[in-house]
């Protein structure tokens, strides 16, 4: 019995020994692709792909831009680890909470403050200050102070190091990380005046 390729009437543009082989599509053999560039577009039949702001609340929170919940949604969303977030004592006067996450890399890092940011200039009213990212040029930390909220996004080392979660619990006098002579630590030292009576959040 003969093959059924071989039985196929070769194409003119095509060697014998490429036709004998293969499947030549041609005009006649071919199917119809339905999905062209003018279809692609049609709602009804293709829905638009989703945007970079797709199920994130971009109203301004109640409590400042953000809401320390619809923060706390956004980095879970973006793929940060272990999310901590404590209550600030209303008489300190700083923040109502400070939130520590860790990254993954250096750019998940940098990927996570700047999309935060972002976000909070789609929330924001134009008569919030826009937040700088603080440590921009560090491979291992960065933070934004959104008003109500601090956020600090470390690296997996960093945050053990530092041990920023004990630190706002307890209070400084009980971290002795406190003390090492760091860059990083000089940074936190700017907030030490604040860490006395600080509780994590239940």
């Keep these: 019995m003969r093959n059924p390729r071989q039985t ?35 709602d009804d039949k293709y829905p638009l792909l989703s945007d970079e702001f797709d199920g994130i609340n971009l109203e301004r929170g109640i409590s400042g831009v953000f809401d320390i919940e619809d923060l706390v949604d ?14 600030v004592p209303k008489e300190i006067h700083y923040v109502d909470y400070i ?15 700047e999309f935060v940011k ?24 960065m933070a934004l102070d959104l008003g109500n909220i601090a956020l600090h996004i470390f690296s997996d080392k960093a945050r053990e190091v530092y041990d920023l979660e004990t630190l706002w619990s307890v209070g400084p006098e009980f ?7 760091s860059d990083i630590v000089d940074v936190f030292e700017n907030y030490s005046s604040y ?8």
């Design 8 to 42: 196929r009437k070769p194409n003119s543009l095509t060697s014998p020994a490429i036709s004998g082989k293969y499947q030549v599509i041609t005009e006649e053999n071919s199917t119809v692709i339905e999905n062209t560039v003018d279809e692609v577009y049609l």
């Design 74 to 87: 956004l980095l879970h969303r973006e793929n940060s680890k272990n999310v901590f977030v404590a209550t």
């Design 99 to 113: 939130c520590i996450v860790s990254g993954r890399s250096k750019r998940h890092i940098q990927a996570l403050a």
């Design 118 to 141: 972002k976000v909070y200039k789609k929330k924001c009213y134009k008569s919030d200050g826009i937040p700088r990212i603080e440590g921009k040029n560090s491979d291992e930390w």
């Design 175 to 181: 971290d002795e990380k406190l003390n090492k002579n």
């Design 195 to 202: 860490l006395k009576d600080l509780k994590p959040l239940q």
